[in-house]
Every structure is written in structure tokens, then in C-alpha cells.
């Protein structure tokens, strides 16, 4: 798994374009099924709309890709919303752009503006984070050593998930896997090798806020 970007809370927006209303919403997904559901809640709360225009991604390399036009010139509406998303390299994420028709006609080109438009804006009202792959690693070590790996993990970003201190510091901290190795051999080179590591989980995580989200554990 690579990092990618992922919708950690939806949002929504809305745009006007000729008197015509576009609403964009945008929703995180698991699952296809989930993406299906969505679409067809917001059809249901949006039923006398003209069109409820899609598209979603789901995979880390974005394996499945679905989008409708829902009546729209083809290529004026889905396309342009699917290809917003994977401009962006937003993964696991639906969105339905709702039109209401204000009576004047955009010609295609405006249809693509104005569906792109108001899903960016949608999209600029959503948490969005980067989802990384790393590995929870057991630290000890004695007080002699602290300073040194505290010192170490700050430099480098390393968060610290868990410590305990008693004859010892027991520390967890959270490792991106690129760097693992790399702090592995700075631990021991610091602490002279005094330092007692054990790997554990690997995990998927992000950052929000300052605070580390671990997402779920990934099968090794």
C-alpha cells in the first residue's frame, strides 16, 4: 500500500451557474455498495431534481471507477466529476452533483465547467488526509537512552502511541514504513545498541489534527 488521500469526513457545497443550482455532496466509501447507497439517498432527498449526476473511486490504485451522466448530454457531467477525483487522487470516495434547471442551456462546455466547479467546491468543505502504511514498534531502554531516542523521534516526526516508565521506558511509537529501517539503525546507533526493539502491527494510519488515527491493521 502507498499513501494516498482519502475523505475522512464529506461535505458539501453549491454553485449557481445561469440559474441553474448544482449541490454537490460527497461522501467517504468502503465498499461499492456503499457508493450505491449514497447515490440513491441523495436521489431520494433531491427526487425532483433534473439530474443526479456521479462518480466514485474505490482501491488504493483507484481499481474501480463509476460515473452517470443521469441524463445529461453524455460526457457533460460523470466524466468531468470522475475526472476531478483522480486529478486530485482522492481514493475511496462518491460524490453526486444534483442539478436543478434554471431554464437557461449551458452548452456542453459549460456543463463540464460548472459540474467540475461545484464538485471542487464540495471537495473543499470535506477533511481530507493522507492514509500511509506503518509499523508500531516496542521500544525499551534505560534513562541513560532516553534523551537521545526522545531527541531522535522529534527530529524525525516519529509520534510516540504509548509509554510507561518504571526501572525502564517502555515506549511505542509508530514508524511510515519508508522510514523503518532507517530509524531501526539510528535507535541503536544513538543508544549504542542498548536499546531493545520489538516490531508488532503494521497498520494503516493518519494524521488529524495532531492526533494519529490507526485506520485498521494490515495482513502481512
Known sequence: ????????????????EKKSRFIAHIEPIATEQDALDFIART???????????FAYVLGSNHE???????????????????DVL????????AAVVTRYFGGTLL??????????????????????LTRSKGTKLHLYTDYTG?????????KEGIPT???????????????????????KTQIIECTNGSAVLEL???????????NILILDEISS
Not at 108 to 117: I, P
Not at 162 to 179: A, F, G, K, R
Request: aromatic content about 8%.
Open 146 to 154: 532516553l534523551g537521545k531516542i526522545q531527541y531522535l523521534l522529534a
Open 43 to 53: 436521489k431520494k432527498q433531491y427526487w425532483d431534481a433534473r439530474h443526479n449526476c
Open 161 to 183: 502511541l504509548d509509554s510507561n516508565y518504571t526501572h525502564q521506558v517502555e515506549m511505542t511509537i509508530l514508524i511510515p514504513s519508508h522510514q523503518l529501517e532507517h530509524i
Open 86 to 93: 483522480l486529478k486530485e487522487n482522492i481514493h475511496n470516495c
Open 107 to 128: 452548452g456542453t462546455g459549460g456543463l463540464v465547467r460548472a459540474y467540475q466547479k461545484s464538485l471542487q467546491a464540495g471537495l473543499s468543505n470535506c477533511i481530507i
Open 64 to 82: 474501480l471507477q463509476r460515473c452517470s451522466d443521469d441524463g445529461e448530454p453524455g460526457g457533460t457531467a460523470g466524466r468531468p466529476m470522475l
Open 1 to 16: 500500500m502507498t499513501d494516498y488521500l482519502f475523505i475522512y469526513k464529506g461535505g458539501q457545497d453549491e454553485i449557481e
Open 200 to 210: 508488532s502491527d503494521t497498520v494503516s494510519f493518519a494524521v488529524y489534527e495532531g
